[in-house]
């Protein structure tokens, strides 16, 4: 069974606290595994949610603000001390060429000849990444920032009543999937169309430090799984806006005018308290009806199944799960 979650490592902002560790997200789908922002501390967070270097196929970088990079050298060095031998691709904005090189790079350990360097720029940036197509678009922060975007292309779905009706059962089945047409036991071509039904792909979308732009809606639309920063409550609009951040409230309109199905809160600024953790899903809520999650490290947060409608008008706040 496809195994496609979140794996929660970090969710400060720029100052971690003593129960959130800076920015770190492993993104699991599939066997390939998107490191988004590895902040500092995140090779030890890893340890802890039981996840390793081998389980890494890219780092993606937002910003080269130090909340979401200054764990790429633990990273790099982890990747060269455990042999990791399958490429590691990285992306990170072309502009910040410099910041990723003294990070690279940045001490006297092993290298590796491994990771291969993936610049994004303008307006769109599209790579082929496994079993998805992975998207960057730039979104609006006082430095260069971009946003990522994963989408499963589209599939069939096999339809048992309609196999059974036109006699096509065992290894005939197998034949339709894999060459899109199959003869029945009375003659007759059966193709695949007849038999099965669109499987919709399924998508996240990964956007941390910005304003309200055109990239934040661009990147969400429609996604299975949003995870996104909502630095302030909304009491901090003015101040979130001058610095570049969304608000919680914020954050809920873009998943509700984008159609997301599952909502992930994250990069709390370290002013809040455990005890403000309802205020942002009660401002999330005020947009967006659909599931919430305020993120807490070393959680783990599933992508909603394709087959199972999104709950409706229900929200947690997940606590942190033991790594199995």
């Known amino acids: 069974m496809s195994l496609r979650?979140?794996?929660?490592?970090?969710?400060?902002?720029?100052?971690?606290?003593?129960?959130?560790?800076?920015?770190?997200y492993l993104l699991r789908w599939d066997g390939q595994g998107f490191l988004f922002d590895p902040g500092e501390g995140t090779q030890r967070q890893m340890l802890h949610a039981g996840v390793g270097a081998h389980d890494i196929t890219w780092i993606c970088v937002t910003h080269f603000h130090g909340d979401h990079c200054l764990g790429v050298p633990g990273i790099v060095q982890r990747i060269a001390r455990d042999g990791v031998a399958h490429e590691v691709q990285a992306a990170y904005p072309a502009t910040g060429e410099t910041y990723w090189r003294r990070l690279r790079h940045a001490s006297a350990f092993a290298d590796t000849s491994v990771i291969t360097e993936r610049p994004v720029s303008g307006p769109v940036t599209t790579f082929e990444a496994g079993p998805v197509t992975l998207t960057a678009r730039p979104l609006s922060h006082p430095v260069e920032s971009y946003g990522y975007r994963l989408d499963e292309p589209d599939g069939r779905r096999m339809i048992p009543s309609l196999l059974a009706e036109r006699g096509i059962r065992g290894p005939s089945i197998g034949e339709l999937q894999r060459t899109g047409s199959?003869?029945?036991?009375?003659?007759?071509?059966?193709?695949?169309?007849?038999?099965?039904?669109?499987?919709?792909?399924?998508?996240?979308?990964?956007?941390?430090?910005?304003?309200?732009?055109?990239?934040?809606?661009?990147?969400?639309?429609?996604?299975?799984?949003?995870?996104?920063?909502?630095?302030?409550?909304?009491?901090?609009e003015a101040l979130a806006s001058r610095y570049g951040h969304l608000t919680a409230a914020q954050a809920g309109r873009v998943a509700a005018e984008s159609g997301a199905r599952s909502l992930v809160l994250t990069h709390l600024s370290e002013r809040y308290d455990a005890e403000d953790g309802p205020r942002f899903l009660e401002e999330a809520h005020r947009s967006f009806d659909g599931d919430v999650v305020l993120a807490h490290d070393l959680m783990r947060v599933p992508v909603p199944r394709r087959d199972h409608p999104a709950r409706r008008a229900r929200s947690h706040v997940a606590k942190a799960s033991s790594a199995s």
């Open 5 to 24: 979650e979140l794996v929660v490592l970090g969710t400060s902002s720029a100052v971690p606290t003593r129960h959130r560790n800076h920015n770190g």
């Open 182 to 236: 199959v003869t029945a036991p009375d003659g007759s071509l059966v193709r695949l169309a007849d038999c099965s039904g669109l499987r919709p792909g399924q998508s996240a979308a990964f956007i941390m430090d910005t304003r309200l732009c055109e990239g934040v809606f661009a990147l969400a639309e429609g996604v299975d799984l949003l995870v996104i920063e909502s630095t302030f409550l909304s009491g901090e």
